[in-house]
Nanobody, 120 residues
């Protein structure tokens, strides 16, 4: 059994910063990619940023230049540094991991979500 545990959400004023963390724990596993998604009220869940085991990263256009995704492979943890936050960044942020929990098959896992609220 694999769990993704997120932390770091909260309330911040526009222009401020927050750092989200997500740690994978549980049985033995191989992580292929980790990332962050978000879901604002009344909207569909959308991709924010991803990073692969090889270190490749990708970002949604709306967060490029403001958010940075990074990963600590030794700790099985992914981070999302969010700077210059805007009210439209308000959402529940979900951690996602593309991994294989040995000896099961590869699939996507989700965290429970952490709320980010940006006030104007």
């Amino acid at each position: 059994q694999v769990q993704l545990v997120e932390s770091g959400g909260g309330l911040v004023q526009a222009g401020g910063s927050l750092r989200l963390s997500c740690a994978a724990s549980g049985s033995r596993f191989i992580i292929y990619a980790m990332g962050w998604y978000r879901q604002a009220p009344g909207k569909q869940r959308e991709l924010v940023a991803t990073t692969t085991s090889g270190g490749n990263t990708s970002y949604a256009d709306s967060v490029k230049g403001r958010f940075t995704i990074s990963r600590d492979n030794a700790k099985n943890t992914v981070y999302l540094q969010m700077n210059s936050l805007k009210p439209e960044d308000t959402a529940v942020y979900y951690c996602n991991a593309d991994l294989a929990a040995i000896p099961t098959t590869r699939r996507n896992y989700w965290g429970q979500g952490t709320r980010v609220t940006v006030s104007s």
